[in-house]
Structure formats: C-alpha cells, structure tokens
C-alpha cells in the first residue's frame, strides 16, 4: 500500500468527485429521514496542503486553485455552493491550507442523526482519520478493507444513504474488484445509492468495467467523464463517476457543470473531453 492521497488532494479529480459527492448529499438529506454515509477507501479526512507530499507536486494548484480563482457561472452557483462551503474559505492573508477529503465534505454536508461509516485499511492513515473525526459523534472509523466491510455494513438500518467507492488503483485488478464489490454491494441493498470513482488511463479496462456495469442487471447507472488533459501523456489526466440510483436532477447538472471543470482545469495547450450518459436506465 503506497498510495498516499496527500500527494493529490485537491486536484481536478478531487474537485469532480468532491462537488458531485456534496451536491448527491444535499439533495439526500432535503428528506427527513436520516442516512447513512459508507466511504470505503476514506483516507485522512482533511489534507495538509502546506505538507511535503502536497508541496512537491503542487496539483491542488490546477485543481482547486483554478477553482477558486474562476468565476462561478450563475447558472453553476447551486450546483458548486455545498462543494465550496465544504472547501471553505482561505485564510486571512488568502493562503491555502487544508483541503477537505470526502469524509470531511460528507461531514460539512450532513446532519446531526445522519450517520458516517468511513473504511481506511492504511493504519497510520486510519488512525489520523480516528484523531480528525473523533470528536464527530456520527462517526464510526473501520481500520479494514473496505470492500469486505460492505458485506457487514449494508443495508444500513437506516435503509438510505449513499456509499463511495475511492480506491487507489495501485492494483491491476482493482476495475475487477470495484466492479464486483458493486455487484455485492448491490445485491444486498438495491436501493442504496453509489458513487465509484475510477481512472481514465486505461481505455480497454474502462470499457470493459462500463459494459459490466452496463449489463449488470442494475438499473439507473450515469457515467460521468472528465478529461482535462491528452490521457496517454504524463500525469493523470482524466477520471470516471459511476453512480447507482443517483438523485434524478444529477444528470443534467452534472451535464451543465463538465463543460465548465473541463473549461476551468484545462492543462495548457491539451485538448478536454467530457461525457455524462446513462450506463442503464430505469
Ligand atoms: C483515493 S484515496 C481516498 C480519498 C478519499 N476518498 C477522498 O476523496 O478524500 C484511497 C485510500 O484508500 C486506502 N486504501 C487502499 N486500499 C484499501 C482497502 N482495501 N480498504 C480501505 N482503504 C484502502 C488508501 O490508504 C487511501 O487512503
């Protein structure tokens, strides 16, 4: 286990998956009836961006940075504000900090008798996660895998709630194992809700995960794809959602919001794509 996520946070994939995340939770939590939060592949919960991992490659830079010096189009503004006050604003004397990893943007976002499950099978990392959310009653923090903990953790008794699926993707069979992680998770609680993060750098094991989860048999599927960058040259430069029984309004913000990441997190002189499309539908 090598991946470390302080390395990356904040940048252009954080932002995608950050701002879908908080807005799906906004919407959950517009019903009363309290929720449950699984992450699985939590890591530290809040991230030092003043630290020597977020120093040396500086992503945040042309992930949230870009952000934050861009103009929110009023069209995008409801989409982005439970995103941006998850963020929260810079310090007094404008600089960045910290930045807010999943479990944190989940925190801001929910309520009181809503509950948070967070998996980070990393010890050191799971014990850093157990000091920032310790104060939280809501909180439970799993030191195990996190997709075998799917299998003790759902349904939920709270019957609703959304679960995020985040791995590394250091293994080679990680698409393999998200994709069956999925399929169990599912079976257990069809009508969770599921969000599942993933890389755009290997096209032939991308497509065969959509068309597994295409011809899986589950309903409601929406494929989000975000490229801001050429995919075959350098550092990470694309990512994938798939969601499960996502709220129906996210399509078509989700639609209304790539143009603008895309726009907004360009690499210099690279060409951007996005999708957003039903997998399966009802
Ligand atoms: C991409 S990071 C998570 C980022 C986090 N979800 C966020 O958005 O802020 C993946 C994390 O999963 C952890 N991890 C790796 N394998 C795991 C497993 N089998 N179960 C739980 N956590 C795992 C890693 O230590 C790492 O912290």
Same mark, same amino acid.
């Given at each position: 286990?090598?991946?470390?996520?302080?390395?990356?946070?904040?940048?252009?994939?954080?932002?995608?998956?950050?701002?879908?995340? !908080?807005? %799906?939770?906004?919407?959950? =939590?517009?019903?009363?009836?309290?929720?449950?939060?699984?992450?699985?592949? !939590?890591?530290?919960?809040?991230? +030092?961006? *003043?630290? +020597?991992?977020?120093?040396? *490659?500086?992503?945040?830079? #042309?992930? =949230?940075?870009? =952000? +934050?010096?861009? !103009?929110?189009?009023?069209?995008? !503004?409801?989409?982005?504000?439970?995103?941006?006050?998850?963020?929260?604003?810079?310090?007094?004397?404008?600089?960045?900090?910290?930045?807010?990893?999943?479990?944190?943007? $989940?925190?801001?976002?929910?309520?009181?008798?809503?509950?948070?499950?967070?998996?980070?099978?990393?010890?050191?990392?799971?014990?850093?996660?157990?000091?920032?959310?310790?104060? +939280?009653?809501?909180?439970?923090?799993? $030191?195990? #895998?996190?997709?075998?903990?799917?299998?003790?953790?759902?349904?939920?008794? /709270?019957?609703?709630?959304?679960?995020?699926?985040?791995?590394?993707?250091?293994? *080679?069979? /990680?698409?393999?194992?998200?994709?069956? $992680?999925?399929?169990?998770?599912?079976?257990?609680?069809?009508?969770?809700?599921?969000?599942?993060?993933?890389?755009?750098?290997?096209?032939?094991? %991308?497509?065969?995960?959509?068309?597994?989860?295409?011809?899986?048999?589950?309903?409601?599927?929406?494929?989000?794809?975000?490229?801001?960058? #050429?995919?075959?040259?350098?550092?990470?430069?694309?990512?994938?959602? &798939?969601?499960?029984?996502?709220?129906?309004?996210?399509?078509?913000?989700? /639609?209304?919001?790539?143009?603008?990441?895309? /726009?907004?997190?360009?690499?210099?002189?690279? &060409?951007?794509?996005?999708?957003?499309?039903?997998?399966?539908?009802?």
């Amino acid at each position: 286990m090598n991946y470390r996520h302080a390395f990356h946070a904040g940048n252009f994939a954080d932002v995608l998956k950050h701002a879908l995340l !908080a807005r %799906v939770l906004t919407y959950m =939590i517009a019903k009363p009836a309290p929720l449950r939060f699984v992450d699985t592949h !939590a890591g530290l919960g809040v991230y +030092d961006l *003043t630290g +020597d991992e977020a120093t040396r *490659t500086g992503e945040w830079r #042309d992930g =949230i940075a870009r =952000i +934050d010096a861009a !103009a929110v189009p009023p069209a995008l !503004a409801d989409v982005m504000a439970p995103y941006l006050a998850a963020v929260g604003p810079r310090g007094a004397d404008g600089a960045w900090r910290s930045y807010p990893g999943s479990p944190a943007v $989940a925190q801001w976002v929910l309520r009181p008798e809503d509950r948070l499950t967070l998996c980070e099978l990393h010890p050191e990392d799971a014990e850093a996660l157990k000091r920032e959310t310790g104060r +939280d009653p809501r909180v439970r923090v799993l $030191a195990s #895998d996190g997709y075998a903990a799917l299998n003790a953790v759902l349904p939920p008794p /709270e019957r609703r709630g959304l679960v995020l699926v985040d791995p590394p993707f250091e293994k *080679t069979d /990680e698409f393999d194992r998200l994709l069956a $992680a999925m399929l169990r998770a599912h079976a257990r609680w069809p009508t969770g809700s599921y969000m599942l993060w993933y890389p755009l750098k290997n096209r032939a094991a %991308v497509g065969r995960f959509a068309a597994g989860l295409a011809r899986s048999g589950m309903k409601r599927v929406l494929q989000v794809h975000l490229l801001v960058g #050429d995919p075959d040259a350098g550092p990470l430069a694309g990512c994938g959602l &798939a969601f499960v029984n996502p709220p129906y309004v996210l399509k078509g913000e989700a /639609e209304t919001l790539l143009p603008w990441l895309a /726009e907004t997190l360009a690499r210099p002189g690279q &060409a951007t794509e996005w999708t957003v499309r039903w997998l399966a539908g009802e």
